[in-house]
């Protein structure tokens, strides 16, 4: 056993270091030579720099739970290695203990997830433009309507040659309106690096509803929305959500062909917890159908890529919150995303 348990550590691809309870180096794999740059001979005895600053309260916290019996499971987050490059991984602690039962020391099982992060990430692009390709037609439809009243305004004027100032005004809010439907198309498109920010999601979400109305009206599809009086502010990555909100809607749509209701609810469960729900009349799917759901690839769609639900599966786990679909074939379905609330004033999650 002891030889296997040798091979194992000394063979495989995930970095491997062992400590004392005073953070002081015993032992580290070939791998965790590798990865951050130390050798075993210059790791040894040494407390090793690994934990960026901004990670340090997150590292203790996490620290003390394990000294009190509580087991962690596989966690995401930022490691340092020698030359002070920071790289994502998903780190796995475990207490080690002696014969006796008394805690000596701690493992770590640290896995690099830079390549799997640049997939998802390029996913997540992919599914971001096809969603904008899949927007053109209803935004074209939305911005054709303001401008046929800023023309026939126009006209009327020149045709009178006189200047009404109620009309300017009419013509500067449909101007702010074909301003607004672009800036908000073009914003999902262009690649952002992610930044999380305080905001209100009845906002984020209202923007998305603003969006896709006049593509809901042209499909006879009427959204009928509750949103609650509270703030209901989160850090989030706004650009991110908005892009799991549009495919959802568009998935409740195209699942809504001869037209219907979609009941979009946005609430608090607790003081700690959003709660989104989005509601269709739609098709609905069969279990066969949601037990595969998610599935890259996997899709009820002739023209779809079945990255939609996978990738926005990702980005509310990134928040970390979680998305349930529940659906009853011909009945319809419902989704239910739940997020951490933020207070703004505090920053208390």
Known sequence: MNEILESFFNHTTDAIHVVDLERRVTKVNPAFEKLFGWSAAEARGQVLPLVPDDRLGEEQEDMRQLMEGRPLGARETMRRTRQGRLVPVSVTTSLIKD????????????RDMTSRNQMEELLRQSEKLSTVGQLAAGVAHEIRNPLTTLRGFLQLQQQTNRLNLQHNDLMLSELDRINLIVSEFLI??????????????????????????????????????????????????????KQVFINVLKNAIEAMPRGGLIQIEIGRQGPQMLMVTIADEGTGMPESMMAQLGSPFFTGKEAGTGLGIMVSQRIIHMHRGTLDIRSEEGVGTTVTIMLPARDAATGDA
Do not use: M, W, Y
């Not at 014969?99 to 640290?110: D, P």
């Not at 979400?205 to 989160?234: M, P, Y």
């Open 99 to 110: 014969r006796s039962g008394q805690s000596c020391g701690l493992a770590s099982i640290t």
């Open 188 to 241: 999902l498109a262009k690649p952002q690096a992610s930044k999380f920010e305080q905001k209100d999601i009845r906002f984020i979400l209202g923007d998305v509803i603003s969006l896709l109305d006049s593509e809901a009206h042209l499909c006879n599809i009427i959204f009928e929305t509750r949103f609650t009086e509270e703030r209901c502010v989160l850090a989030c990555e706004e650009n991110q959500l």
